[in-house]
Structure formats: structure tokens, C-alpha cells
């Protein structure tokens, strides 16, 4: 195994996931901005990541042709529900109190939205976009079969020729690729928490939501 | 090819392989619910390890089904049993993990109550905590569901039928219609599965909490 499958791996589930961040981040705003549409918004990429990923897959292949974009693509949908749902809820999470003060300082919606609450949201839209990472890693595993490469094709190939050490070696790599990737951004959003409490000691407690969404997401 | 032509060729076998795809979801899911509740529950008795035992658990929940459905296959061979283990196995953690969760989640207090009624600790075990983690339990669950319902596509790939076997013959006769055959159905598959989690999920949530959970 070549350091390439890893590098094949890596840039299409970052490259995902930067794409569902361009396109979640607006879809989260937008869900916080109406209630109206919260519910469709949520509702729909809640299907998106029920549907099995082969079968997404296979649908997103039958438009565009097998390939690394069918690949991204459908990994992109199926990243979005944490992003979306966590920067829906980071949004709303923020103190009333610091919203009002914005609006009394004459602040306009998107002001107000770009200034101070995304800002004060960022810690648990992070979390969101940690979850899409670590998620993506594993569900990358089928781009193998549309054409796409990856460790998912040495897994493939390890069953096919029935050899234990090709699976082991795709499985540890891709092991190791999402447990890395989990701590370093786990250790990134603690510290993007602790930074913030020593703006506002007294928001100590109210920092607490980060951890309770994150379970809310996960069960 | 036309959907009349569709469904003359290929709905008998269209019907096979959901009830196939369903068999190997449903088998799976019940195996692995019972073995992650029982483990959740006596991991929760061991609090204390939690840290060691949190971290390892979601390292196992990120290799993927296919990994489990491969060695098997190579140790057990081409039979319905090395989809079931699999499966069960990737079933198993969501559920294990939201178990253990969602007891260590309940206020002591509550334990503290039941004590004081005199409950015996597995008294307050099935009285109180467990129904105060249920909710939690079943969202497990349905990661679970979903999850086996996507891995059980892989169950074609090592020739046992089931909706991926649409999928893999579309894929490399290169078929569109094929293809749509097993990924539709799949996709609806799980969508239901899904929503009718849900409304279990509403169901057995303890009215207490629900109400708490409003006022919130």
C-alpha cells in the first residue's frame, strides 16, 4: 500500500467536507433565520444520510458518470446534517442577552449575524464539522465501487483475493486516519472553548450546550 | 429499458431481495440491540472505566461494516451467517455506547430517590434508570437500523442477494435502471426504518421527561 491511496482518501473527504461547509453553513443560517423552514431543511438532509450510501452513490453515478466527483458529491450530502444541524443550534444557542445588545447597538440582521453571533456560534459549528470529518473517513470507504479509489479499493481488493493483510492494513490506516483526525480537532475545539471562557468567565456554565449538542447529535 | 419491462423481468426478484435485505436488517439489528443493551448496561455498573472505555468504543464504530463482512467471509465463507455476525457486530456498538451514555446520563438523584423508596439496585436498574435512558437507547437504535441498512447492500458483494445485488450488477453491466431498482428501494427501506424509530423513540420517552423537555 502506497502513501497515495492514504493522499486519494484524505483529499476526497476534505474536499467533501469543505463543500458541505460552503453549502450547510448557508442552510444552517437559513434554517436559524426562518423556523419555517428549520423543519423542511432538517427533515431532508436527515433523509439524505438515511438513504444507504451505495445506493446514493449509485444514484449520483447514474447523473454524472462514475468518478471522483460522483464520490464527493455524495459524500457532500451526506456530511451536511451534522453541519447544518449544529450551526442551526449554535445559532440559537447564543445568549439572548448578547443578541439584544447587538440589536440595541444598531446592528443590522447580517451585521449582527456575521459580527456576533457566527462568532460566538464557531465552537459548536466546529463540532459539527469534526462529526462530517470523522463520519466521511468511514463512508468513503464505498467510493471504491463508483470509481472513486481510496483505501475503500484495497479493502475491496483484500476481500476479492481473500488477503487478511490487505484488509488489516486499509482497515488500520483507516482506523488511525479517523482517530487522528478526531483528537486533533477535538483538541482544536477544546481549546476554542477555553478561549472563550476567558473572555466571559461568568458564561461558564452556559458553555455547557456544546457538550449536551454533541450527544444530542450523536443519539 | 421501460419500467412495465422492469417490473416483468425483475419484480419476483425485486420482491426476494427486499424480503432478503429486510431478513438480514432485522436479524442483525435485533442481535446486536440486545447484545449492546446487556454490555451498556453492565459497562454502566463500571463507570469508573468509562474514559478508557468511551474512546475504544468509538474507534470501533469507525471501521466499516464491509471490514467485519470480509474477515468473516474469509474465516466462514459464502453463507448467510457471515452477513448476520457482521452486521450484528456493527450493530452492536451505536446501541452499546447510547446505552452506556444515556445510564451514566441520569441524575443521581433519581437513584438516590429510588433508593429511598427501597429499591433494590436492580430494582432502580429497570424502574428507573433504564426507562430514563430509553429515549437515548432507541436513538442508538436507529443509528443502529440505518447503519445495517446500508451495510446489508454489501451483502451482494459476497454473492448473497439482497438490494446491493441490483446495485453491483447495474454498476458493472453499466445499467442505470439496475442500479435504481436496488438503490430506490434501499433508500425507502431506510427512510421508513427511520421514521418508525422515531415514533418509537417519541413513544417511550417517560411522559415526565417529555413535559420537562417542553418547559425547557
Redesign the interface.
Known sequence: MSWNILWEHLLLVVAAVACSVVVGLPLGVLAYFYPKLKKLILFVTDVLQTIPSLALLGMIMILIGAGKATVIIGLTLYSLLPVVRNTELGLEEVDPGIKEAARGMGMGRMYRLVRVELPIAFPIVFTGVRIALVNAIGTAVFAASVGGGGLGSIIYRGIRVMNMKLILSGTLSLMAMAVTFDTLMGLIEKRLGRKRRKIKPEQEIERKPTERMKKGYQS | MTLSKIIDGYGASLLRNVGIHLGFVLISVAAGFLLGLVFGILLSRIPKYSKIILPVL??FN???G??F???L??YLGMISLTVVIALSIYAMFPVL??TF??LT?VEPQYIEAAKGCGMSPVQALFKVELPLAL??VI??LR?AT?YT??WA??AA??GLGG??EF??Q??SINE?SL??L???P??IV??IL?LLIDRLQKLVTPRGVRKGAKQR
Open positions: 468509538s474507534v469507525t471501521i466499516p464491509i471490514v463482512i470480509g474477515i467471509f474469509l455506547k447510547n451514555v444515556g446520563n429515549p437515548t436513538g442508538g443509528m440505518i441498512v446500508s447492500v454489501l458483494m459476497i438490494l446491493g446495485i453491483y447495474g454498476i442505470n442500479i435504481l436496488g438503490a430506490v434501499a433508500a431506510a427512510i427511520g
